[in-house]
């Protein structure tokens, strides 16, 4: 079947009917559609290495800490209880931190 150039949809005709590459975009997706019809690329690539780093760093900071806290003990004479808030006021500081820049990425994400 032949069709002349006026009976051929246009990308601002799917736009209208809500449609892209023949699919209602009003028919709710479920998450596996969506990845299909996204794809993958070099730009979840970097994002799946960039979360692995920093859940690397994160990761090193927790082992850092508890060698830094038996040297901090002997160094600075400090008690268990001292070291123990030492090491409290980094995860008080990571809440906070998740907190403000959850607060921004949100307002500021969309």
Known sequence: MMHSASQVPTERDNRERGTT???DMRVPMTIA???D???YGAF???MFLLC???WMSDAMEIMVLTF???VLRCEWSLSNWA???LTVIVFVGQ???ALLWGYWADKEGR
Do not use: C, D, K, T
């Open 52 to 54: 692995g780093i920093i």
């Open 44 to 46: 979840q690539s970097s």
């Open 68 to 70: 830094l806290g038996a």
């Open 95 to 97: 809440m906070f931190g």
């Open 33 to 35: 559609e969506v990845i």
């Open 37 to 39: 019809h996204v794809g």
């Open 21 to 23: 590459n023949g699919r």
């Open 83 to 85: 070291v123990a808030q």
